[in-house]
Each structure stands twice: as structure tokens, then as C-alpha cells.
């Protein structure tokens, strides 16, 4: 509960001014808060005179949280590789670990496994703890889940970061529950508090118009699923040294209510766009589907990935899977190429981290060049024909 | 079949921004909505009704005026609507959240599929689905796609994955989150809206769900928000400046030798 003290409230009104939940009014000189309250504090670091005050006292602070260390890894394996953000949060983890003073683990859960162990080494883990059974060959929340959540009560790492993708969004919440403890999802920031040692957990809200911080002080592990392609792998080492620990588990828990019929790999006949060096991306600027010719032949000439915003999406230029941004995909291209697109927060949040943005929009206030590298004001349809012939002349002469 | 779909009151977050000044949230004119992707669990439910015959409950954790969307949701062709409301449970994080929610389906009858949307469109958690999942010691699937059958107890169903899709089957009592391939929401009908105009709406509190107050709200959350802020941008940049031509001469330099 809100607690106000109406002694010392002065019914300035700056908490009321700033609630962003409408929750706290001034009601006859006095603070008075209602139900719309979610205790989210900021009225209490705002109030001048510590009128306000939130009693936290009630958690359980007497948890031994010393016998937890270790950072953790859930490296996502399936269909025979490991998923690319899993050697990025071994980029991120083995930060965290080196700055709290403690191994870096990689927990591994599949079947068959060749050389994955080593390449989880040589990416950054210290250890790699490895199951492999043949009722890990798919993907299963109960399955995944409890060998994970075994895993945990056995050794007690005090982070534990899985990547924000289908599979960890979807068996890492039940593991977290189970735990209960705390989880954050889809991270796109970590950090370690240089004062309480806790893990900061920034991510984006509300469509992405937002970013929150966030911490769990009081319970362990400190659980994040992480967006992709927002931490920076380490470089492959292959002379670094760890330990590969094989795990074995009761037949009971590996045991899955879901059963998996088949497991489809869906092809694209387009270049991955998040595993492309360059992308072209188009918007709304560029009209129609025909518009979008122009940014096909520019991609085809750089070897580029075609990416487009959702406008163009919704107008039914390019299909989905191109889509780029917030309810899209994040990529991190050394080139990011955006025709014709305003910059709006959600498209931003999915390509901000690429190398070099250009941006060609004929508009000088448009909030893409506030991330851009290079900006070009001026028409797409004048500046795109000339920019193609150049190359053209280019990649003739080499 | 009994069947719950949890669904939640989110503002439209198209409408949500930071005020840059104060660096709190402008709320002004921001319509609250059933969670979208919530309309698209209900509308499931009641095809499911529809063909195996059953009960559609809807079940949200919120404020009072909670109960407009849980109303909406009744003319939309659900059957009962159960508000779970109480000061207690401010400030809760998806893990007080997921008690809070399973105490009170628990309260209500004995579930045989539990729906909830695949995320909801303020936190963007997609934690309470599996959350509730284990809460209530259920199988679960999240990103359903689509319901291919349901046969003696079974459920076929597809989920999405990042890189295609799963072919699940899953025996009932089960939770399940979907995505908004799943379907097309339909629109109040007529007798749904006088109905759901004179029906009572069940309201639970923190007494009613028999629930322990530790695990409710603020004091029940392990997570705790320190910072909230806008998003920020490096912005240094380069204008390429002069004519068309000059423009593209220097753009196709960057693109042949990137900086
Ligand atoms: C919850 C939520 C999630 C969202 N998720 C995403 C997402 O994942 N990805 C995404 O992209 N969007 C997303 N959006 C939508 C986003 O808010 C914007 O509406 C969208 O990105 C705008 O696309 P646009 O820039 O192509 O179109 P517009 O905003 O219409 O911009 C078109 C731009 O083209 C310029 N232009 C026009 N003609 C020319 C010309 N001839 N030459 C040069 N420039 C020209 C204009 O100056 C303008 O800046 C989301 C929105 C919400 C609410
Ligand atoms: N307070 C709530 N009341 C009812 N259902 C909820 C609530 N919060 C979340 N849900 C359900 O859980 C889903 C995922 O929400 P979230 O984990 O918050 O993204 C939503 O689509 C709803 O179906």
C-alpha cells in the first residue's frame, strides 16, 4: 500500500501532476490515493517533503541469497545448431561474470550433439553442463523445463539469461514460476549495479515507446529472457579451456504432456535478414509494390537483405517475414539502408544497433535521422535511379 | 467442456509516450481495450463452445472498471465473467499475477482448457500463460496457430516457432496462448450486448480467492521496476548535402567502402 502521511503532505500536487496511472489526486490540501495505484514509487521519489512512502518491509528478505553464484546460459539448440543468441548472451554473460567474480556457465539440452559443447567454450563458457537424451530431440516446455529447473536447484547460479525467442519465451517463464522467482522479458540492456551487486535488467514496454529498468533484489536466480541480436558475440576462441559436464536425468523428467508430431522448418526463398551484412529497407515513402522495385534492384546490387517497415507491410507491398521493428524482426546489419521511412520509436527498436544507418527521406524533420549515420533530405524516387546506375558502373569496372 | 479465457484491460498503446519533460507517461485520451490479442483467445473458446458444446468464463485481475472489457467479452459470446479485484493486488509482476489468476480459477470450477492471449500489449511479458500454466499444474502451449481438432480429449494444434512451426497434440486439461493468425474476432451481436448489459459480473477479492497475502500485489513480486525513461539515441551524423547527383556520387563512395 501507498502510504501518506497527511501530516507532513503540504498537497503541493507534484505527485498528482506526475502519476502516470492517475491514481493520486489532492483532495481537500491533502494527498489520496486510489485503486488505479500499481505502486510503481515514482510519486514517492517525487514528494520534496517524504510525505509518500511504499512499505516494501513485507517481502521476505531473509533469504540466503550468498549460496547462489554463477552466471548461466540457456544456449538454444534445435534442428541441429545452436541458435546464434546463444554465443551472444556468452558475449553479455561473460561481462556479467567477469564484473561478479563468478563462472560462466552454458546449459545445453538436445540430443546428438557433436562438437556444440566446444563451440559454447570458444564462444565464452567457462563450463557446459550437457543433456543428451532422446526425449530432448524436440523442443518441450515440460521436458526443457525440468531438466533446466533440476539443473538450477542443484547448483544455484544467481543469473540466468535465455535468449527472447519462441522457445525461451516460452518454457523459461514456467521455469522462473516454479523457481518462484523473479523473470524480465525480452532484455535488451544488462548490467550489474555497481552498488547492490544486482542484476539491471532494462527492456522495452508499452509497444516500445518506454524502456524499464528493472531489478530482483530479494530472490534468486535473477531470470531475463534477452532479445536477439542485441548483445555482441565474442570472438571464437578455440584455445580457450572449460569443463563439459554431462547431465543425466530420471526417465520421469524428460517426460513432456505435449507430445510433438513434427517439427516444420519453414523455408524462405529470401536472404535471412538477420544474418545479411547489408539491408535495404523501404517504407510508406515509396508509394506502391512498385516502388518497392527500386529497393529490390538496390539490394540485388549490394547483396543485400530486404527489409521494409510495418506501413509497407500493412499495405501489402512485401509480406511479413520482412517486416522490421518492434512486432518484426531485430537486426544488426554492418549497413541498414531505410528509404522512405519516418523513424517511428517501433521501427527504431529493431534496427538502431546496426553499424551505419542511412537514411534517405525527404522530409528534414523525420525522426529517422536523429538515428541515422548518414542522412540524405531529399526524394527517393530522383536519388535511388542514380545511386543504382552508379553502382552498376562500379561493379562493372571491378 | 469447461473452458477460461484470461483476459486483461491495457491502454492503447499506440496512443502511450513519455513525456519528455516530466519523464512520466502522457495517458491523455488513451482509450483502454480488451488486450488484443485476448479477443482472439475468446473468439477461440467460443468456437470451440460452438462445436463440442461447454462454458465460456472469462476471468481478468484489474481495477474496477475492469469490468467494461469483461462485459464486452459477454456480448462477444462468453458466458460468465468473474472480476478479481482488491487493493492487495497492486503492483503485482507476472509471478503474483499467475497466483492471483489460478486461485481464482480454481474458486470458479474445475478448468479443461485455459486460454490466454499470446502477450499482453502493455508489459509485452508473454509470461503469464505459461506462468498460470504451472500454477496450475497444466500442460501448456503458447503461440498457437491453429486448432486443427479435438478428439476423445485431445487437442491437435500447431504452434509457431521462429523458424516455422510445430505439429502438437496435447490431452485436455490443458492452457494454451495464441497469436492472431489463430482467427478472426467477431463483432458483438445483438442478444449478446442485452445480455451482457443485464448480466451480474462475479467480483472475487483477495478473501474470496482464499488467497495468501504474501503472494499478492507488490509484496508478492520479486521483481521490482527502479527506472523508467525514454528511449535515447546516439545521433551523430552526417548530412550528405548538394544536388541529386552530388548526393548519390557520395553515397554510392560509403556503399563501395564502408566507414
Ligand atoms: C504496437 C505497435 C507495434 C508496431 N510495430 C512496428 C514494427 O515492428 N515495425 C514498424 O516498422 N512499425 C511498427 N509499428 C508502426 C509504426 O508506429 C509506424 O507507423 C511505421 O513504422 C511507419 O512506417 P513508415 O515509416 O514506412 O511510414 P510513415 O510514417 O508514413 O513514413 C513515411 C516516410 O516516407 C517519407 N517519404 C515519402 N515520400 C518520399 C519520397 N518520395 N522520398 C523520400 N521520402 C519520402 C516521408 O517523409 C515519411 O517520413 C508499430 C506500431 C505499434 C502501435
Ligand atoms: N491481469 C490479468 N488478468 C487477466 N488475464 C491476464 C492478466 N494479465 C495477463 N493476462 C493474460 O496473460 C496473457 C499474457 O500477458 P503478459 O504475460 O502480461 O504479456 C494476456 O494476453 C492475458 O490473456
Redesign the interface.
Known sequence: ?LQIDKEACIGCGVCE??????AIHVVDGVAEVN????????CVEDCEVEALH?D?A???ETADLSAWSGVWVYAEY??GRIAPVAFELLGVGRKLADQRQVKLSAVLLGHDFTDEAEQLIAGGADKVYVADEPGLE??T??AYGNVLIDLINEHKPEIVLAGA???G???I??V???L???????CTQLAIDPEGGNL?QTR????????????????RPQMSTVRPLVMKPLEADSSRKGEIIPVKSAPERIDS??????????ESDQVNLTEADVVVAGGRGLENAEGFALINELAEL?DAGVAASRAAVDSGWIPYPHQVGQTGKTVCP??Y?CCGISGA?QH??GM?SS??I?AINRDPDAPI???????????LF??LP??I???RV?SKIN | MNIFVCIKQVPDAKDVRLDPKTNTLARDGVQSIINPYDRHALEEAVRLKEKFSGTVTVVSMGPPQAEEILREAVSCGADEAVLVSDRAFAGADTLATTYTLAQAIVKCGKPDLVLCGKQAIDGDTAQVGPGLAERLDMAYVTCVRRINDLVDDTLHLERMMDDGYDVLEVKLPALMTVVKEINQPRLPSLKGKMKAKKMAVTVLSAADIGADIKQLGLAGSPTQVVRVFSPEFKGERTMITGTVSEQATQLAEILVEPA
Open positions: 500500500m501532476e506526475n502519476c502516470a496511472f492517475d485503486d488505479n495505484c500499481t505502486l510503481c514509487g515514482s511504499i516494501k513485507e517481502q521476505d534445435r534442428h524436440y523442443f516446455d515440460d525467442t519462441a522457445i519465451r516460452s518454457f517463464p514456467r522462473a514460476t516454479s518462484k522467482t523473479g523473470l524480465t522479458a525480452d539491471l522495452p514496454a508499452w509497444g516500445g515507446n518506454i524502456m524499464a529498468t528493472i531489478v530482483c533484489p530479494n530472490y504432456r505435449v507430445k510433438v508430431v513434427r517439427s516444420v522448418i519453414e549490394l554492418k549497413v539502408i520509436i527504431l527498436v538502431q553499424e551505419v542511412i535521422f536523429s538515428v541515422a549515420t548518414y542522412g540524405v533530405v531529399g526524394d530522383e536519388i542514380e545511386l546506375a552508379r553502382l562500379h
